[in-house]
T-cell receptor
Framework: AQSVTQPDIHITVSEGASLELRCNYS??????LFWYVQSPGQGLQLLLK??????LVQGIKGFEAEFKRSQSSFNLRKPSVHWSDAAEYFC???????????FGKGTMLLVSP | DTGVSQDPRHKITKRGQNVTFRCDPI?????LYWYRQTLGQGPEFLTY????????KSRLLSDRFSAERPKGSFSTLEIQRTEQGDSAMYLC?????????????FGPGTRLTVL
């Protein structure tokens, strides 16, 4: 069965500093890859997705992610974090030909002044 | 706003009662999904529909859980004889499964508390 690992439960970053959130997946073939963000009490908002092609994908709110096949990773990055980025971030995968998402446990991002 | 909507946003019930949640997808989306999210976890897939057909329901947590999408538009998720372990956020998502567009868009969720 496929699985998604987000090794960091919490991360604290100073406002204006760069951010990288890690995501690793376990699956034989390359799945479709997603990052979602969830603010307190809210549903999930899609930040970006990777299906194929260019391994560096751009998303909303200044986020980007890089797919590395050799490492089975899809890490999320942002060059300069804003206080409004404080939220929980979820990496998710979807097997090609299937329709359901498998999520990691999430990483809570805290932004310090 | 034409996003996914869910009703109610919060539900408090007593153990043993039945509850029903509603989800209205984005209007042109033909697929609708239900997920459950417990504290400290990512969402967990439960079931999904393509139009009115329920294509996957083996991941529903028990036979107390059922879902319908009778006219291929809104959907309901029912939990019978609720238990304290059913307390969670229930999320609905929709997608347009055409032309490779498989992104799922989520609603705000219904938070269930079972006393």
């Amino acid at each position: 069965a496929q699985s998604v690992t987000q090794p960091d439960i919490h991360i604290t970053v100073s406002e204006g500093a760069s951010l990288e959130l890690r995501c690793n997946y376990s699956y034989g073939a390359t799945p479709y890859l997603f990052w979602y963000v969830q603010s307190p009490g809210q549903g999930l908002q899609l930040l970006l997705k990777y299906f194929s092609g260019d391994t560096l994908v751009q998303g909303i709110k200044g986020f980007e992610a890089e797919f590395k096949r050799s490492q089975s990773s899809f890490n999320l990055r942002k060059p300069s974090v804003h206080w409004s980025d404080a939220a929980e971030y979820f990496c998710a995968v979807m097997r090609s030909g299937y329709s359901t998402l498998t999520f990691g446990k999430g990483t809570m991002l805290l932004v310090s002044p | 706003d034409t996003g996914v909507s869910q009703d109610p946003r919060h539900k408090i019930t007593k153990r043993g009662q039945n509850v029903t949640f509603r989800c209205d997808p984005i209007s042109e989306h033909n697929r609708l999904y239900w997920y459950r999210q417990t504290l400290g976890q990512g969402p967990e897939f439960l079931t999904y529909f393509q139009n009115e057909a329920q294509l996957e329901k083996s991941r529903l947590l028990s036979d107390r859980f059922s879902a319908e999408r009778p006219k291929g538009s809104f959907s309901t998720l029912e939990i019978q004889r609720t238990e304290q372990g059913d307390s969670a956020m229930y999320l609905c998502a929709s997608s347009l499964a055409l032309g490779g567009r498989i992104e799922q868009f989520f609603g705000p969720g219904t938070r269930l508390t079972v006393l």
